[in-house]
């Protein structure tokens, strides 16, 4: 089992900034693909950026140059910038992990962007 604990949300203005955390409690992580994934109220879970345990990534097209995930695999964590936020990034933001042809998910971590 791979408990995933987010950590980084809450409030900010728009146009602020926030840095997304999760922490992998297994050395699986390394050789895992990691996501993140947000769910606002009333839609479906939608990917917004994904990187592969060497490295490649992909981001939605709603957060293209606004938002960078990395990796720090010594520390089994893997993050989200945000930056340049926007009312419409509001949504619970989801750590995910997929590996070994197992698939893990966070709690889940609030992300309000509002004035």
């Known amino acids: 089992q791979v408990q995933l604990v987010e950590s980084g949300g809450g409030l900010v203005q728009p146009g602020g900034s926030l840095r997304l955390s999760c922490a992998a409690s297994?050395?699986?992580?390394?050789?895992?693909?990691m996501g993140w994934y947000r769910q606002a109220p009333g839609k479906e879970r939608d990917l917004v950026a994904r990187i592969t345990s060497g490295g490649s990534t992909n981001y939605a097209d709603s957060v293209k140059g606004r938002v960078t995930i990395s990796r720090d695999n010594a520390k089994n964590t893997v993050y989200l910038q945000m930056n340049s936020l926007k009312p419409e990034d509001t949504a619970v933001y989801y750590c995910?992990?997929?590996?070994?042809?197992?698939?893990?998910w966070g709690q889940g971590t609030q992300v309000t962007v509002s004035s």
């Open positions: 995910n992990l997929q590996g070994s042809g197992q698939t893990y």
């Open positions: 297994r050395i699986i992580f390394r050789i895992s693909t």
